[in-house]
């Protein structure tokens, strides 16, 4: 019996695998050439567009819109994710130390559909992106979260989300997620499982962090957090916290608060946002993940092969 058959369903079913990932719902790369964007280097990002999809509208809003100093900025670097070989393409969002000492920034996106708990939306979605919460002092990292917001920028009325670290705000010191309930008015603050085997708060370079939303209409939301997973298969979480309902209007890059007087602080980075409905579709390694390829990738490879060997086998047969 020819092995020819089996092959050809194979190659079948690796080329479908390859189109059910679900529809990307957005993607900033925070570059020049980026489409739906033209981002000036080394320029706040407060009033600058950059990006494409439908998830998110608008200008990027800085908290403080006067005050130059409290706004990301397009950088002209983009930030690299431990196992690869290179930087992505590209820029990124962060702010260097100010004043020799200081950072002081946070800068937002607003969703084009706001989250509205038991109102809107129904559905899952994931948001993967490039984290890098700087260098300070171990003892007092100060403040240094992704973030997201409802309605505002006030910390102790419209902040919902936090990611990170931070010792103003009660994250401590190790990598936590931090989720508010807005039928309680409480928050739940939910240390990552590996921030026990990360050193120095985990500040030292980039990590990919994918944050996984789970939203009801009619049941609790579910937010979880991966941290740096490897793969197109969704792990097991980090770190999940379960509230009533879960509001949010916008997303902020990096909102850092620092202030090591007298020290020079490196500022934090954030890159290659992507949000999809699909683990599949923000995992990284999907984008060329140095020394892992896909399985699919793989397969098709050798459905290449063995489209080869069979022509050859025809042709040997005609003759």
């Not at 190790?174 to 807005?182: F, G, I, Y």
């Not at 060329?288 to 040997?316: I, Y």
Request: aromatic share 10%.
């Amino acid at each position: 019996m020819s092995r020819f058959p089996f092959i050809t369903a194979l190659c079948v079913a690796a080329s479908m695998s390859l189109t059910t990932h679900a529809t990307e719902l957005w993607y900033d790369g925070f570059s020049l050439n980026d489409a739906g964007g033209n981002y000036v280097v080394d320029t706040g990002l407060n009033g600058q567009a950059g990006g494409a999809g439908s998830f998110f509208t608008g200008n990027w809003i800085a908290a403080d819109q006067a005050d130059t100093a409290s706004w990301a900025q397009a950088l002209s670097t983009g930030l690299t994710r431990p196992g690869f070989a290179a930087a992505t393409v590209g820029g990124s969002a962060g702010r260097d130390a100010q004043f020799d000492c200081c950072v002081f920034t946070r800068t937002s996106k607003l969703l084009a559909s706001p989250w509205g708990g038991f109102t809107d939306p129904d559905g899952t979605f994931y948001f993967g992106f490039l984290a890098d919460f700087g260098t300070g002092d171990a003892a007092d990292p100060h403040h240094r979260t992704i973030e997201m917001h409802d309605g505002g920028f006030d910390d102790s009325l419209n902040r919902n989300l936090m990611l990170g670290i931070s010792s103003f705000a009660g994250l401590g010191n190790e990598l936590a997620l931090n989720v508010r309930d807005s039928v309680t008015n409480t928050s739940t603050n939910a240390v990552l499982s590996e921030a026990a085997n990360l050193t120095d708060l985990a500040l030292q370079g980039t990590h990919y962090l994918v944050l996984k939303f789970e939203m009801s209409t009619s049941v609790n939301d579910v937010i979880s957090v991966f941290l740096d997973p490897v793969g197109t298969t969704e792990p097991t979480p980090s770190a999940s916290v379960s509230v009533g309902q879960f509001l949010a209007d916008r997303m902020s890059t990096n909102a850092q608060f620092t202030f090591n007087s007298g020290t020079a602080t490196a500022g934090g980075g954030f890159d290659e946002l992507r949000v999809a409905t699909e683990f599949a579709d923000v995992a990284f390694n999907r984008l060329a993940f140095e020394g892992v390829p896909e399985p699919s990738t793989t397969v098709l490879a050798a459905c290449a092969v063995a489209a080869m060997l069979r022509r050859g086998h025809r042709r040997v047969a005609a003759e």
